[in-house]
């Protein structure tokens, strides 16, 4: 687990806020690194100077009340908003020695490393193989197709390999394995949200970024979720959005609290946050007294 030794905020003006943040350190790398992070949407601001180092390996929670920015500070970890023509973005995030705001990066690179799995989950309508593979192919890390073969280069051996290991890895292997071809869509919610973690993985991922990835499961679905979470944090960066308090609580390393005005207002330790949390609007919100 990575020890985030030190962390607080209470000030109510950004200046404020930047001025109290301690030097903290954590065990291991950092994956991603935040810095100066504003986010507008048209004239709105949803995310006000956001600082913060994600380590790698981990699982990062990002709780805080409905609109407070969580999900738009998510998807601003792989440039997702560049999709929301509305959106402005200031600032860098810092991945690989890179700023991946910087013109010149990859897109399509950018979000092989730094995947995503969304709230429902949302199979490709096709079997189960192809729901894995399908990146892969489309990347031409794989080629099963029929030129391929009349060329000598048949990757179906690669394939069953990947289909296998990225299955296993998304803790999925032992419900599918004996129905390979069956259309996705045929599987429960608790698996098709598995399946598509593992499409996630197919393309060799080093961070999963996750909006509420088990909000539409049932609890036996949401505890597989939740121990697969766990798991995979041993191989890669986990950072996870979760409305569920006791849920960030058991699954994350490291929380980090928004609050109303999408302003970062704590981040540390797990541990810490929910047993001594430094400022009390956070205590407040973790406590139940509002959100
Ligand atoms: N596409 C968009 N266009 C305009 N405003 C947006 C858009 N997406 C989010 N917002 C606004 O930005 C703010 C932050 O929204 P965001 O969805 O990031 O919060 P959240 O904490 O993830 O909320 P929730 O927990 O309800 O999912 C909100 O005021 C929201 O209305």
Partial sequence: MSQIETQTTTGETEEQIRDEWLEYEFDGETALSVEDLDVFYGNDQALQSIDMDIPEKSVTALIGPSGCGKSTFLRC????NDRIDAARV?????????????????????RKRIGMVFQSPNPFPKSIRENISYGPRKHGD?????????L???????????????????????????????????????????LCIARALAVGPDVLLMDEPASALDPIATSKIEDLVEDLAEEYTVVIVTHNMQQAARISDQTAVFLTGGELVEYGDTDQIFENPQSQRVEDYITGKFG
């Fill in 77 to 80: 970890l792989n440039r997702m």
């Fill in 152 to 194: 000598g280069r048949d990757d179906r051996d690669e394939e069953e390999e990947l289909v296998e290991r990225c299955l296993r890895g998304a803790a999925l292997w032992d419900e599918v394995h004996d129905r390979l071809d069956d259309n996705a869509l045929g599987l429960s919610g608790g698996q098709q949200q598995r």
């Fill in 90 to 110: 200031e600032g860098t995030v810092e991945f690989a020695g890179e700023n991946i705001y910087d013109d010149d990066v990859n897109l399509v690179e950018l």
């Fill in 142 to 150: 794989i080629d099963t197709g029929l030129v391929a073969r009349l």
